[in-house]
Structures are given as structure tokens and as C-alpha cells.
């Protein structure tokens, strides 16, 4: 990782803190009907003594995005998951997704207790990015207004002037660059070219990217269109250009769900994770969806459109969390005030555009960052 200099940065993803091996090795066996009942009890009962309420990703088991909305918890995209743990009464915040959104909830509620189910799920964005190498590249940038993406560690984020997710990454960056920032975009790579394709910003990139968008297919994509000739194509933006440039719509988990509802079609091809289709089928019982092409029949494929570490989350573990306060997520407190500085930047920037307020006040001119 010697190359900053050329502002690119080869990245690993496969560490042995928890590599993608060990993550499907540690995926939770399927309980039968009736464990998964008295597991959904158990979990209820739990959530009550001790007033605390779940967060849940679009892409975990769907168990846990059912159980999420049936207690009064959240099922969501990583910024609405963000604002929901900040802005919620309960004292205890049970997170099932990845480190990163754990530790995103932390930083918001330091007082609250975030527990996990199991903390070794992480990301490979947020493990290709490294704080020394990344803090190393700042320096060696300073004229550059660093924008990090969510799926990065603490550390990451106390070096950032401003978070983004995929959801609000657009507004954001074009906020930034009317102000007239240069911009240095950490760590997802496909996620930075869609948003400089769609600003004309100016960017450097760190080499990141997430091993599930990664894998789909521009090529086998266009060959299942050619089979499916109505249907609308939905991508994230963590995909590759060339699948992106595929797509009748692009955008966060959110969008995608957006989408699905408001095009006009039955039948969509869904470039995402594929725990996305839960919710999609279950929004839209009438419609259609077709998982996109990944590299899933060679032998290369990590994920096969399915989270490793997502899919680490499960029933039991959220009880055993809740029962035990295992899976507690700590943040060095030293990191926490610098590193919620971007994050509020980023939650203050949405919610004045949710009330459609012009958020571009809330970013300064250059220099000012
Ligand atoms: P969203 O912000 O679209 O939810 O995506 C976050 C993510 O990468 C989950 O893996
Ligand atoms: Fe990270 Fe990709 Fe998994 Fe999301 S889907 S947590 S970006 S590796």
C-alpha cells in the first residue's frame, strides 16, 4: 500500500479479523418453525425489559426486518438507520447490519447501550480502508475537502469533513462542488465515479469497493434484459459503470425500494443484495424481481449478491445479546466528538433537504471546510 502518490490505492479486503471464509463459516443455521417462534417471543419479551428497540439493514434476515417493524423498531438504509437510533427514546439500541452501523450508532448516542449480534460482521469497505494509510493520503491532499462514505471505521470518520450514504452522496457532493471543493472520496470507488459522472466534481479515489456490488455482470446483465425485455432494471451505486450505465434507476437500498413502487413495470432486475428482495416482494406482491447476474458460477465469487457478513446477523444472536449484553459496540471515547462532526454535517445537510430547505447554507466555502 505504497502508492499514494499516483492518488490510487490497492486495497484488502481479505484480513483474518473476520475474512469472508470465516463469515459464511459463522452464518446462523436456519431455525425450524418453531424455534424461530420462540425465538421471535423471547426477543419481544427481552426488548421490553430492557427498553430497547431494534435497527435493522434492508439487507439482513428477513426475520430480523420483520421483528424490526413488528416491535416498533426500524427497518432501512444505513442514513435513516442513523437518524432512527439518534433521535429514539429506547436506552438500548439492538443493530443488525454490519460494524460500521453499530458503531454509527454509537457515536450519535454514546449514552445508549448498541449491542450486535455478532461484532465480527464488517465490511470490506470499511476493512480496505485502513486509518494509517487513509490519514497518510489526507496528508498528503490537504488542499482536498475529504468525504468519506458511512461503511468506514470511526477512526476513518474522525479524519472526514463530511459522511455521506449512498442516499444523500449526490446532493451532498454537488453541494460541495458549487462551493467550489476539490474533493478526496474514500473508500467505495464505484460509488465516487457514479457521483463524479453525475456532478462533473472534481475527485480523487481511494480504490475501495464492496465485495457484493462488485460481482455483477454488465455482459450476462444485458443478455438477461435481452430475456426479460420489459423489465426495468434497479442498481445500487456501489456497482460497477458499466452495470450502472444498464439501470433505469440508481440508487441507496431507499431509492431502489422507490423505484420498484413507482416505475411503470412488473417485472424488475435488482443489481443489490439480494436480502433486498424481502422487502421488495413484500411492498409489491404484484411485481416481479429477478436477481441480477453476479459471477456466482465461477469460482470467484465472494458473495454471490449476499452479504457474508450481513448474513452473519440472526434471531439468536439478538437474543443472546439482548440476554447477555454481548455484542456491546465501544467506541474509543477520544474519537467520538470529532467523529460525530461529520456525521451531524451529514444528518443536519438531509433533514434541512427533507423539509425542503436548501441545505446549501450548511456548506462552506472553500477553505472553510
Ligand atoms: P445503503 O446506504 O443504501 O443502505 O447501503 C449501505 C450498504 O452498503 C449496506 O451494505
Ligand atoms: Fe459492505 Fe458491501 Fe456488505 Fe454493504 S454489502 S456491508 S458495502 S461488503
Known amino acids: 500500500m505504497t502508492n499514494l502518490d499516483i492518488g490510487r490505492f490497492e486495497v484488502e479486503y481479505e484480513q483474518p479479523a473476520c475474512s469472508t471464509r470465516h463469515a459464511w463459516a459463522r452464518v446462523p443455521v436456519e431455525p425450524s418453525p418453531q424455534q424461530r417462534q420462540e425465538l421471535k417471543d423471547h426477543i419481544r419479551r427481552l426488548l421490553k425489559e430492557k427498553n430497547a428497540v431494534m435497527v435493522s439493514h434492508y439487507y439482513v434476515h428477513p426475520d430480523l426486518q420483520d421483528?424490526?417493524?413488528?416491535?416498533?423498531?426500524?427497518?432501512?438504509?444505513?442514513?435513516?438507520?442513523?437518524?432512527?437510533?439518534?433521535d429514539h427514546p429506547a436506552t438500548t439500541l439492538v443493530v443488525s447490519g454490519v460494524r460500521f452501523m453499530g458503531e454509527t450508532a454509537k457515536i450519535l448516542s454514546p449514552e445508549k447501550t448498541v449491542l450486535m449480534p455478532d461484532l465480527?460482521?464488517?465490511?470490506?469497505?470499511?476493512?480496505?480502508?485502513?486509518?494509517?494509510?487513509?490519514?497518510?493520503?489526507?496528508?498528503?491532499?490537504?488542499?482536498?475537502?475529504?468525504?468519506?462514505?458511512?461503511?468506514?471505521?470511526?477512526?476513518?470518520k474522525a479524519r472526514a469533513d463530511w459522511l455521506v450514504t449512498s442516499s444523500c452522496a449526490l446532493d451532498i457532493v454537488q453541494a460541495l462542488k458549487d462551493k467550489g471543493h476539490?474533493?478526496?472520496?474514500?473508500?467505495?470507488?464505484?460509488?465516487?465515479?457514479?457521483i463524479q459522472r453525475a456532478t462533473g466534481?472534481?475527485?480523487?479515489?481511494?480504490?475501495?469497493?464492496?465485495i457484493v456490488h462488485d460481482e455483477f455482470k454488465a455482459f450476462e446483465?444485458?443478455?438477461?434484459?435481452?430475456?426479460?425485455?420489459?423489465?426495468?432494471?434497479?442498481?445500487?451505486?456501489?456497482?460497477?459503470?458499466?452495470?450502472v450505465a444498464l439501470a433505469h434507476a440508481v440508487g441507496s437500498t431507499s431509492a431502489i425500494l422507490r423505484a420498484?413502487?413507482?416505475?411503470?413495470?412488473?417485472?424488475?432486475i435488482v443489481a443489490t443484495d439480494k436480502g433486498m428482495l424481502h422487502k421488495l416482494?413484500?411492498?409489491?406482491?404484484?411485481?416481479?424481481?429477478?436477481?441480477?447476474?453476479?459471477?456466482?458460477?465461477?469460482a470467484t465469487c465472494k458473495s454471490c449478491a449476499h452479504c457474508p457478513w450481513m448474513a452473519m446477523n440472526g434471531l439468536a444472536g439478538v437474543a443472546h445479546a439482548l440476554e447477555s449484553g454481548s455484542g456491546q459496540v465501544h467506541v474509543e471515547p477520544g474519537l467520538i466528538p470529532r467523529a460525530r462532526l461529520p456525521i451531524d454535517r451529514m444528518l443536519a445537510f438531509t433533514s434541512?433537504?427533507?423539509q425542503g430547505i436548501a441545505p446549501g447554507s450548511l456548506v462552506p466555502d472553500i477553505g472553510a471546510a
Open 67 to 86: 421483528l424490526a417493524e413488528e416491535t416498533g423498531g426500524l427497518v432501512s438504509d444505513s442514513l435513516e438507520m442513523a437518524r432512527f437510533g439518534r
Open 120 to 156: 465480527d460482521a464488517t465490511c470490506s469497505l470499511d476493512l480496505g480502508c485502513p486509518i494509517d494509510a487513509f490519514s497518510a493520503y489526507c496528508d498528503a491532499h490537504p488542499d482536498r475537502t475529504v468525504v468519506v462514505y458511512a461503511n468506514t471505521s470511526a477512526a476513518v
Open 182 to 194: 476539490k474533493i478526496l472520496w474514500a473508500p467505495d470507488k464505484h460509488l465516487g465515479g457514479y
Open 201 to 210: 466534481a472534481d475527485m480523487l479515489f481511494w480504490e475501495g469497493s464492496c
Open 221 to 243: 446483465l444485458e443478455s438477461l434484459m435481452r430475456e426479460h425485455p420489459g423489465a426495468k432494471v434497479l442498481v445500487h451505486p456501489e456497482s460497477p459503470a458499466e452495470v
Open 260 to 268: 420498484a413502487k413507482e416505475l411503470d413495470a412488473t417485472e424488475f
Open 281 to 298: 416482494r413484500t411492498l409489491n406482491p404484484d411485481k416481479r424481481f429477478i436477481e441480477a447476474p453476479t459471477a456466482g458460477n465461477s
Open 352 to 354: 434541512s433537504l427533507k
